[in-house]
Every structure is written in structure tokens, then in C-alpha cells.
């Protein structure tokens, strides 16, 4: 954190990463073949790289939930011949960034380093994907932090939300299982399960790489090589299948003993390569996502000070899609809050936009667009998710005419197919005055 800190200062003092304007991907592939989309920027002496592998937590095996999790916790805790202390005072010692994550549906990393210091910083990367050592010590160690997250968690009213939703949406697909696990499922996991991770699901078929900064597309290509040749030309198997959530028109109440209620929402939403998407992206702007100018903001906050936020947004998975909301409020406001969501979800359905929210939306979307260049982290991270989303690499440069292009038919026809209010599932924790469940809890 401290080293990600000053970095992030570093970019401060040389001022802004790259003008929207500027921002020109370029794809380099090594002489290995390994490919990574670049963006060349030489005016500050700093490298920021994102990658991913395509698959993560959906593929944990059942009774192992949380193997990506932890194995993407340890695998930078000590590689090749350096032990934990070693490999992490080496990153301290040269200001270098590395650490990974999993999400539902990939595997994650990310460096950021200066540009003295590349060489090293690739070499630590390619020890962390192709030697992790999985010591006694670090295992036990990020085992113990791992299972005090979990029971912190446990009491969380939001992290109790989510994880109930899911459930219900999910009973029977590994999207409804816990990505960072149970007590039992992380006491289960053994070193010989994290090597077989690595082994199984870090290869170069599922690889996509993102790199913004001060490297040349030759400098880049032969690190490529360097860091990446080493792991396994090909992922083994491992399928997901495709779901549609479950759950319509279910109500759970979770009892806890708290003055206010956390409610999350949702049903099945558009998937990223919807020809929809981009009218249900702009519709739901209007709907919940648009903060203070939001219709769900307007009537439940603005209107009758009944929560503090509300809101709703599309959550598109590899596998299955969702449009989900979220509000907090007292226990006596609870069930009139929910009355106005739904009373707006079915209006949005029936109606749609009119052509001032439609065209305000799109101003905002379009115009507030290059605020996501402010960073070389933030640009990387792009540069993957436009490859993990078949987005294409000059997605960049088409986004706005995307959006621009939503007409108001395209809205109410996107706003009809997302929008159910009947389908609405609901996860209350708290007290809710005069509501009980229709359901029973789903099974974590």
C-alpha cells in the first residue's frame, strides 16, 4: 500500500497520465507470440501493467471455494528462491506494485513500477506466475487473514445482502457460491491445491495483458517473452455454464438487530454483447444510475428523505447477467421505499426515458468518459477488460459513438426488456417493519 501510494504521488508531481485525446492503442506481439496491448507514453518514467487470466473463481472446486482467492493472496508471498520476506522487501526496496486478485470470472494482476526498475519488476512477475513457493508461513499466515475477513464478513450487513442475493439467484451454479469461501473451504485448502491452480489455469491461451506508460513496443515485447514464455501454451479445461438467476419476485428478510436496513435487488439483466446493452447502459443511467439526477434518487431521497442513497446498475457476467440496486434506511422506511423502487422499475418498463433523460444521459456518459484516463493503472485496466470483453482494440475510439447513438426506441425497447418489477427479487437485513420473507434462505 505504501509503495502503490507513492507511486500514485510520483504521477501526481509529473501532473495528469494522458489526455483522453492521446490515448492510441497499439497491439504488440513478441517474437514468442504473446500478445498486449500497449499505449506508449514516455513523459513520465513509469509503467503500470494489467493482466488476466479468463477464468477465476467459477471454477473453484465444490468444497475448495476460495482456492483462487487464496492462491491469488500467496502467490506473490515468496517465488523461485526468494521467500516471502525476501520477495516482498525486493518490491519494497525498488518501489514495485504486484498483487493479484480473483474475481468470478478471471484472474488478476497488476504491476506498477518505475521505469528504472522494469526489468526487476517483470522478473518478480514471471517468478510469482511460474515458481510460487507456498510456504508454511505465508500459507498459515494468509489463511488466518483470510478466515477474519470471512467472519467479518459474516456480520456485515452488506457483505449478508450480497452474498443471500446471490445465493438466490445462483442455488445451483458455482456464480452462487462464496468467491473468497467458507471457514471449512479455506481450512481445506492445501498447498498441493494452489500449485494445481497455477499449473491448471495460468496459461498463455487465456491471457490478456494491458501496458501503459514509458516502454517502446520493442522494449515490450521482448519482456513479453521474458516473463510470459514460461507458463503452459494452453488452460486445462474448465467450463461454466451459462444461467439464468432464479429468484423472481422473492423476498427474504434476514433478521439483525440493527435501527437501520441494508436491501439489495435485482433480477436478470443484458449480457456485455446484448445488442441492447448500450441502451440498457444509458436507460439504467437514468433509472439509478445517475447518482443525484437519478429518477430512484429523486423519488426516494430527494423527494421524501426516505435513504441516503438508492441506486441500480448493470452487473454482466461471462456466464449470466444481472441488474441489481441497493438502498439503506430505516426499518420503519423500508417497505414505502421499496414500494417507490418498484413503482419506478415498472414505470421505466412501460414508459422508458423521455428524450430529455435520453439526451442528458448520453451528454453525461459521453462528456464524464475521459475522466477514466486519469491514471496509467486505470487505463491498463482498461486496455484489459476491452480484451476479456472482445471489445475490440479500437473500443476507445468508438465508445461515445456507442452511446450517441441509443435513439429513444432503442431506450424504451432496451428499458421493456430489462425492466420487470414483478420479477424483483429483494435481501432485506435488518428489522423491516411489516415485512417478512416469501422465501426460504438459500443455502451458502
Known sequence: MMIRTFLCALVLVFGAVLPAQAVEVQRVVSPGGIEAWLVEDHGNPILSM??????????????????ANMTASLIDEGAGDLDSQAFQGALEDHSISLRFSAGQDSFSGEVFTLSENRELAFKLLRLALTQPRFDAEPVERIRAQIQAGIARSAENPNAIAGRTLRGLFFPDHPYGRPGAGTPESVAAIAVSDMRGFVARRLARDTLAIGVVGDISP???????????????????????????PQGDGALIVVEKDVPQSVVAFGHGGLKRDDPDYYAGYVVNYVLGGGGF???????????????????????????????????????????TSLDLIRQEWRRMAEEGPSETELDNAKTYLTGSFPLRFSSSGRISGMLVGMQIQNLGIDYLDRRNSLIEAVTLDDAKRAAKRLYDADKLAVVIVGKPNGLVSNREMPKS
Open 50 to 67: 494489467d493482466l488476466a487470466f479468463r477464468g477465476g473463481s467459477a471454477l473453484n472446486p465444490q468444497g475448495l471455494e476460495g482456492l
Open 293 to 335: 439526477s437519478s429518477r430512484l434518487y429523486e423519488e426516494v431521497r430527494e423527494k421524501r428523505g426516505l435513504a441516503y442513497s438508492v441506486y441500480s446498475y448493470l452487473s454482466p457476467l461471462d456466464h449470466s447477467a444481472l441488474v441489481m440496486g441497493g438502498v439503506a434506511t430505516q426499518n420503519g422506511r423500508v417497505a
Open 218 to 244: 520493442a522494449g515490450l515485447a521482448k519482456l513479453l517473452d521474458e516473463t510470459f514464455s514460461d507458463l503452459p501454451a494452453t488452460a486445462e479445461n474448465g467450463a461454466v455454464a451459462e444461467t439464468v
